[in-house]
């Protein structure tokens, strides 16, 4: 069975903070892919990044950076100096070999200016 | 990408009533699925729509309650029939492209309340 884990309920900072989100996932497949989404108040689901199971570089984008580490099974996701529009919910989502996501139960993120 | 719209993006819903919901998207798609998000809570997929066949159904989701048609490779419906206010929740739409089939795009979801 595949599962993932957001230990992190709600998390609340001061804009220009840095958070990180935590993501662990559970799976039997050799092939898998990560992601990571945002969903502001609106309700929308926004796509932020994907990561196959062979490639573990870190990857930086602006202010946002994500941890792949197979080791211990995590896929972390750091916001730097965070800002007000940064507020939302972030799920972390899982796919193998069934094609379908398993997503975590999110994390509330709560950037005060 | 794919562009997935989705409607209506929001409605409130006399309990017992049903309501469909339109998914359409931009390209074709390999794989389309219906997600529930109740308040508060993670996505939780409620099936498979399959083109040109029944679809398929999680555990605790059922046809009758929730029937799915899948007529093309670029459209789904979702209905949420004889509604009570426990149905009330996002209803997400989601699919896979042939040529990026590792990606999994979103709609932008309908939000229903039922009173």
């Known amino acids: 069975a595949q599962k993932v884990t957001q230990a992190q309920t709600e998390i609340s900072v001061v804009e220009k903070e840095d958070v990180t989100l935590d993501c662990v996932y559970e799976?039997?497949?050799?092939?898998?892919?990560l992601f990571w989404y945002k969903q502001p108040p609106s309700g929308e689901l926004v796509f932020l990044i994907r990561?196959?199971?062979?490639?573990?570089q870190n990857e930086i984008s602006g202010r946002y950076s994500w941890n792949f580490q197979k080791s211990t099974s995590s896929f972390n996701f750091t916001i730097t100096a965070s800002q007000v529009v940064d507020s939302a919910v972030y799920f972390c989502a899982l796919k193998g070999g069934s094609e379908k996501l398993v997503f975590g139960k999110g994390t509330k993120l709560t950037v005060n200016p | 990408s794919a562009v997935i719209s989705q409607k209506p993006s929001r409605d409130i819903c006399q309990r017992g009533t049903s309501l469909t919901i339109q998914c359409q998207v931009d390209?074709?798609?390999?794989?389309m699925f219906w997600y529930r998000q109740q308040p508060g809570q993670s996505l939780t997929l409620i099936a498979t729509?399959?083109?040109?066949?029944?679809?398929?159904?999680e555990s605790g989701f059922v046809i009758d309650k929730f029937p799915i048609s899948r007529p093309n490779l670029t459209f789904s419906t979702l209905t949420v029939s004889n509604m009570s206010p426990e149905d009330s929740s996002i209803y997400l739409c989601s699919a896979q492209t042939l040529v990026m089939n590792t990606e999994a795009f979103f709609g932008q979801g309908t939000r229903l309340t039922v009173v």
């Open positions: 390209s074709q798609v390999t794989m």
């Open positions: 799976t039997r497949d050799t092939t898998y892919y």
């Open positions: 729509a399959n083109q040109g066949s029944e679809a398929t159904y």
């Open positions: 990561r196959n199971s062979f490639d573990e």
